[in-house]
């Protein structure tokens, strides 16, 4: 079996695929001040929550945007499972060509959901990805990673606005009774939810008008399956988007664990 990991700023995503089958998705924080030991343990725990023998784990590939987590990741996955895992980045085979000003400055999340979204989509394909950021990327007909664009993620924009408004207190990130909210609650939550979905739209036409080709558009993040509904862009969402990518990755980097 393989493990994948998915270490993002507010969330480390584990994976476990047998083949081409994801068997199980578990998260935990992405607690910066956690050891490889506590993570390792931790893991293990999860895991075995689900049925899984830690032994079984054959593989694994982890790709981090957090680059004071990624040593930590590595050692979790040698002292839990015996294994030197894969981590994505500069020399890892991608099979796609990365044509932003410097590939170093591309976020590791953002070429694996790319290769995902190439693989659905077998053309043009622009990413949406509703993480701490909200991250558009866009993939060519030829399968090379053009670049993007990065917003600030909903929960951000949402604290944003509660911190710095003295009488707005916090709400819950749902979808409101209407559009035109009769009350401070529902008035927020319009404007998070609808403000976004309008976002992804609007971002979506400029970038497929620039690009001058139609575009499949796929999105993941936590928040996809509530905002994706309002848009007119948004065709599917995929939540194991990033890990179905790591998948993608370790299949054409097989072999070259610990190099």
Not at 79 to 92: E, K, N, Q, S, T
Not at 112 to 119: F, G
Not at 189 to 210: H, N, P, T, W
């Amino acid at each position: 079996m393989l493990l994948v990991v998915d270490v993002g700023n507010t969330n480390i995503s584990f994976g476990v695929f047998e083949g081409t089958k994801l068997l199980h998705h578990v998260r935990s924080e992405s607690a910066r001040n956690r050891t490889a030991d506590e993570y390792a343990v931790l893991v293990r725990q999860m895991l075995a929550l689900r049925g899984v023998d830690p032994d079984l784990i054959e593989s694994a590939i982890i790709a981090s945007v957090v680059p004071t987590l990624t040593d930590t990741m590595i050692e979790l996955v040698r002292r839990a499972f015996r294994r030197d895992p894969l981590v994505v980045g500069p020399g890892i085979k991608t099979g796609m060509a990365i044509l932003y000003e410097n590939p170093r400055e591309v976020g590791a999340d953002r070429i694996v959901n790319a290769v995902a979204a190439y693989e659905w989509a077998k053309g043009p394909v622009i990413v949406v990805d509703f993480g701490t950021a909200t991250t558009f990327d866009c993939v060519t007909p030829k399968g090379e990673y053009l670049g993007g664009v990065i917003t600030p993620g909903v929960h951000i924009s949402a604290e944003a606005l509660f911190s710095r408004a003295a009488r707005l207190s916090r709400v819950e990130i749902t979808l409101p009774p209407k559009v035109v909210g009769r009350n401070p609650v529902h008035s927020m939550q319009s404007g998070i939810v609808y403000g976004y979905a309008g976002l992804v739209d609007g971002l979506c036409k400029r970038l497929v008008d620039e690009l001058g080709y139609t575009c499949r558009v796929v999105a993941t993040g936590g928040l996809a399956r509530l905002i994706a509904p309002l848009t007119t862009s948004i065709e599917q969402v995929d939540d194991d988007l990033t890990l179905t990518g790591l998948r993608l990755l370790y299949e054409r980097n097989r072999g070259t664990e610990g190099a």
